[in-house]
């Protein structure tokens, strides 16, 4: 069963424009963190956000900001006022405790558009 | 602060030939993660290594190993490679206390292996 859901393979968006990504988990244990990421063409994975399960307050990275719904299990990326380079693959992502690996989602392509 | 390093950056390979991949971890980490990341998809996990010891694997075969060193580097080999091995290969590091680990990871750029 897929642990990290991304149900949007791709968005497109305009420039200066919110964005939200879609991020759905599965998990049984109680401790858990959940990341973002974003992959620009070039590779490498860059960590935007994180939110722990026990965080009592939404996470909050300048422009990224993370929707935490903990009940149903989501955990949505919102980038507030776009700029093209966002434009990049976006990858839900959850370590857990018990087991510390992290797992990824299969991504979502964001197009910032002028 | 110095980050994540990996070599080669690409490299092109045969079936059933080996290859090592390179790791630098970041300065202060204690811990390497490895990823593989197929075209299209997310990166799949592969192991990790802590103390110069794997202590967690992901659904790869054994002929994908790896170590780890005392300054923390690391590397990945991969025996009688397959076609489907074609992939980046991206490696993390991060830092582990002996509690739980949720510290996020700093990837490399990757090494983009492409099987023929």
């Known amino acids: 069963a897929q642990k990290i859901t991304q149900t949007q393979p791709g968005m497109f968006v305009q420039e200066k424009e919110a964005v939200t990504l879609d991020c759905t988990y599965d998990t049984s244990d109680p401790s858990y963190g959940l990341f973002w990421y974003k992959q620009p063409s070039s590779g490498e994975m860059i960590f935007l956000i994180y939110q722990g399960s026990y965080d009592q307050q939404n996470a909050t990275e300048g422009r990224y900001s993370l929707n935490f719904q903990k009940a149903r299990k989501s955990a949505n990326l919102v980038i507030s006022a776009s700029q093209l380079g966002d434009s990049a693959m976006y990858f839900c992502?959850?370590?857990?405790?018990?087991?510390?690996?992290?797992?990824f989602g299969k991504g979502t392509r964001l197009h910032i558009l002028p | 602060e110095t980050g994540v390093t990996q070599s080669p950056t690409h490299l092109i390979k045969t079936r059933g030939q080996q290859v090592t991949l390179r790791c630098s971890s970041q300065?202060?980490?204690?811990?390497v993660s490895w990823y593989q990341q197929a075209l299209g998809q997310g990166p799949q996990f592969i192991f990790q290594y802590y103390r110069e010891e794997e202590n967690g694997r992901g659904n790869f075969p054994p002929r994908f190993s790896g170590l780890q060193f005392p300054n923390y580097s690391s590397e990945l080999n991969v025996n009688a490679l397959e076609l489907d091995d074609s992939a980046l290969y991206l490696c993390a590091s991060s830092f582990y206390s002996g509690q739980a680990n949720t510290g996020e990871l700093f990837f490399g750029e990757g090494s983009r292996l492409t099987v023929l």
């Open positions: 300065s202060g980490h204690n811990t």
């Open positions: 992502a959850m370590r857990e405790r018990r087991d510390d690996k992290i797992i």
